[in-house]
């Protein structure tokens, strides 16, 4: 059993290219100026980047997604 603290430290040990969470945020966050994924948090101090974070929900989050197009969505399914 590891803490997300924990977890995270270890990563930074193996690199930027190394874990877990690095893979989520290739996947999900946003590209930097050089082209690299941008961080969700601070592996440092555990800073939460609010801007990733609203990223991630706006584009990835199903419970927020249905929510902000539930409208545009019952009328599609009108249609079916």
């Known amino acids: 059993m590891q803490t997300l603290e924990q977890f995270a430290k270890q990563e930074a040990v193996l690199g930027d290219y190394g874990g877990q ?41 199903i419970s927020h997604l249905l929510a902000a197009n539930a409208r545009r969505l019952a009328e599609k399914r009108a249609t079916f």
């Open 21 to 61: 969470m690095s893979s989520f945020e290739w996947v999900f966050s946003p590209r930097g100026p050089d082209g690299r994924a941008m961080p969700l948090f601070d592996r440092a101090t555990g800073e939460i980047s609010p801007e990733i974070a609203r990223y991630w929900r706006d584009h990835y989050d």
